[in-house]
């Protein structure tokens, strides 16, 4: 992670795994990460956005879940707690009344999606909506769409969804997934592989 805006602050070593790096390498808009608790996939997001965070210019992030409650105890507080533990958290950056944390220019907004109205107006480079089964596919549409920030030439924005091997099912299967009824039937999942699939702008990450 580069140099942060002051120096005084000791950065960590930071390790990433491999999951992490088929996140970064990944040319999709779309990346569904699959795994039960302790696969490190929200792990590996939080990691990917804050190096972002760091490294590049003029980003907008959104980060959500479907209640703010919810959020509030996993994504906000991982992406907190790993700014935090790598030694780059900036208390005077952090509004906690607006649920916003900025660096540089740069800014990452914490948010609920029980009313996706509310997001129409801002444009995001990158999104992570965690537990991505809790909404519906109208909210990931609406949020979708917000998904025009301006990039440089050779970046691409992205919408990362995370959630648990039981929960893909409904719209996330089969809009994001390519998963059928008929293929439920024939096949179970192969959680253990790497990237199952990478179709329709859209790549599947599966923690081992």
């Not at 590996?44 to 992030?61: G, H, P, R, V, W």
């Not at 998963?179 to 702008?201: D, F, H, M």
Request: aromatic share 10%.
């Amino acid at each position: 992670m580069e140099a942060l805006e002051t120096a005084p602050i000791t950065q960590k070593p930071v390790g990433f795994t491999q999951v992490f790096e088929a996140n970064r390498n990944s040319t999709a808009t779309c990346i569904v990460n699959v795994g039960g608790a302790g696969s490190g996939k929200s792990w590996a997001i939080a990691q990917l956005l804050i190096s972002k965070m760091l490294n590049e210019d003029n980003k907008t992030f959104g980060i959500c879940r479907h209640t703010f409650p919810a959020l509030r105890m996993t994504a906000y507080d991982l992406f907190i707690s790993l700014l935090k533990d790598y030694g780059v958290y900036r208390e005077e950056k952090h509004n906690k009344t607006a649920n916003v944390y900025s660096y540089k220019n740069n800014v990452v907004y914490f948010f609920s999606l029980d009313d996706a109205e509310k997001v129409k107006s801002t444009s995001f480079n990158y999104i992570w909506i965690e537990e991505c089964s809790e909404i519906s596919f109208n909210d990931f549409i609406i949020l979708k769409t917000r998904l025009r920030g301006t990039v440089k030439p050779g970046e691409l924005n992205h919408v990362y969804l995370s959630c648990n091997p039981t929960d893909i099912q409904g719209w996330v299967a089969s809009k994001l997934c390519g998963v059928t009824k008929e293929k439920k039937k024939e096949q179970q999942p192969n959680y253990s592989a790497q990237l199952l699939s990478k179709e329709q702008g859209r790549d599947t990450i599966c923690p081992k």
